[in-house]
C-alpha cells in the first residue's frame, strides 16, 4: 500500500491483551502464508469518513503513535 508500505493489521484495544503469536496462529487457520501481515498494532477505534469508509489517511498519521503488538 502506498501510505503503509507492508501489510500490517490493526485490533482494537480491549481488555484482553493479544500476543503477536496468538494472532498470526488465527490468521494461518484463514489465509495462506503470503496474506499473513508483517506489523501489528492496537487501535482505540477505527476512523471513519464521511462517506463510511476507513479513514486511511487518519491511521497513516496515528501510526507512529500506535503501541506495535510483539510477542
Do not use: C
Not at 494472532?23 to 489465509?31: A, F, G, N, S, Y
Amino acid at each position: 500500500h502506498r501510505i503503509f508500505g507492508n501489510i500490517l493489521v490493526l485490533v482494537i484495544k480491549s481488555e484482553k491483551e493479544y500476543r503477536r503469536t496468538e494472532i498470526i496462529k488465527k490468521l494461518r487457520e484463514h489465509l495462506s502464508p503470503h496474506e499473513i501481515p508483517h506489523k501489528f498494532f492496537y487501535i482505540d477505534d477505527i476512523p471513519f469518513t464521511q462517506s463510511m469508509k476507513i479513514d486511511r489517511n487518519s491511521i497513516a498519521r496515528q501510526l507512529q503513535s500506535l503501541r506495535m503488538i510483539h510477542g
